[in-house]
């Protein structure tokens, strides 16, 4: 079983901060999503890593998926209280190139930024 | 976007009821799913199914069954439930098994 952990489980910060939120694991994953939730909804993929090494930007959102895939991390810029969420992680199982689609998802990161 | 809806935001049952949750998707996706979030414990699979009528488990399906009878549409059953059933259950749908996922607002059920 895939293993995904989440740190840290809390982040409590100021409007205008820098946070980094990581995913590690000790399996091999295809690909890695991050996702956002809000209280009372379900989570809304915020984007999909797919290479070692890869770095994507989404406004003040960095997510970098490891060369080894195996972690990854989220990284914000000048956090706003908009930001508050739940971030999770999920990983998408390898099997030797053939992907079963079971998504492990990480126990997930509550952030809150305080005006 | 894909628009996943669930037949209720918020159920109350008693143990031992047989209880379904209703999920409809729009997107025409083949893959879709149940997870159960708990504090602490993120989104752990109950079942998925990759095609009408198919059905796979997931990580924690016992006490739940599953009916896809339709493209659109992926039920969860609770045969007979149980308190340690309380839970926010999420279903969602994607494109490909690798594809982001499309949730739903979520049921939270409460069994008494």
């Known amino acids: 079983t895939q293993l995904l952990e989440q740190s840290p489980q809390f982040l409590s910060i100021q409007e205008g901060e820098n946070l980094t939120v990581y995913c590690n694991s000790s399996?091999?994953?295809?690909?890695l999503q991050w996702y956002r939730q809000e209280p009372g909804e379900g989570p809304v993929l915020l984007v999909t890593?797919?290479?070692?090494?890869e770095v994507k930007k989404l406004k003040r959102l960095t997510f970098q998926f490891g060369d080894a895939r195996k972690d990854s991390s989220l990284h914000i810029t000048a956090a706003q209280p908009g930001d508050t969420g739940l971030y999770l992680c999920?990983?998408?199982?390898?099997?030797?190139?053939?992907?079963?689609?079971?998504?492990?998802f990480g126990q997930g990161t509550i952030l809150t930024v305080h005006p | 976007d894909v628009k996943v809806t669930q037949s209720s935001r918020y159920l109350v049952k008693r143990t031992g009821e047989k209880v379904f949750l209703e999920c409809v998707q729009d997107?025409?996706?083949?893959?879709m799913f149940w997870y159960r979030q708990d504090p602490g414990l993120g989104l752990r699979l109950i079942y998925f199914?990759?095609?009408?009528?198919?059905?796979e488990k997931g990580d924690i399906p016992e006490g739940y069954s599953v009916s896809r009878e339709k493209k659109e549409r992926f039920s969860l059953i609770l045969e007979s439930a149980s308190t340690n059933q309380t839970s926010m259950y999420l279903c969602?749908?994607?494109?490909?098994?690798?594809?982001?996922?499309?949730f739903g607002p979520g049921t939270r059920l409460t069994v008494l």
């Open positions: 969602a749908s994607s494109l490909t098994g690798l594809s982001g996922r499309g």
């Open positions: 199914s990759y095609d009408v009528k198919m059905k």
């Open positions: 999920a990983g998408d199982a390898w099997a030797g190139g053939t992907s079963y689609g079971k998504l492990t």
């Open positions: 890593v797919v290479t070692g090494g």
């Open positions: 997107m025409d996706h083949e893959n």
């Open positions: 399996s091999v994953f295809s690909s």
